[in-house]
């Protein structure tokens, strides 16, 4: 098992900056890749951006430019530093981890984004 923990929500304006930090614990020696996801009120959850564990990154388009996602394999930590950020961006950001067997989330962080 995998333990997910989120940090750094909140509110900003737009145009503003946010960072989030997610902290592994558990069986981590087997983790692959590490992302983020967020979800809207009355979507669905969608891709933000992966990180492999030999760093290889993907973005969303919609987010492309504006998030840089970051991991420390050392600390089992991976960040998202968000800037340029819009009220689109509002919505609840979730830590994701996968294993060969398996994928685990965070209980989601709350990122609000006023105009």
């Known amino acids: 098992q995998v333990q997910l923990v989120e940090s750094g929500g909140g509110l900003v304006q737009a145009g503003g900056s946010l960072r989030l930090s997610c902290a592994a614990s558990?069986?981590?020696?087997?983790?692959?890749?590490m992302g983020w996801y967020r979800q809207a009120p009355g979507k669905q959850r969608e891709l933000v951006t992966l990180?492999?564990?030999?760093?290889?990154?993907n973005y969303a388009d919609s987010v492309k430019g504006r998030f840089t996602i970051s991991r420390d394999n050392a600390k089992n930590t991976v960040d998202l530093e968000m800037s340029s950020l819009q009220p689109e961006d509002t919505a609840v950001y979730f830590c994701y981890a996968s294993r060969t067997f398996g994928s685990y989330w965070g209980q989601g962080t709350q990122v609000t984004v006023s105009s």
């Open positions: 558990g069986s981590i020696s087997s983790i692959n890749a």
């Open positions: 990180i492999t564990s030999r760093g290889r990154t």
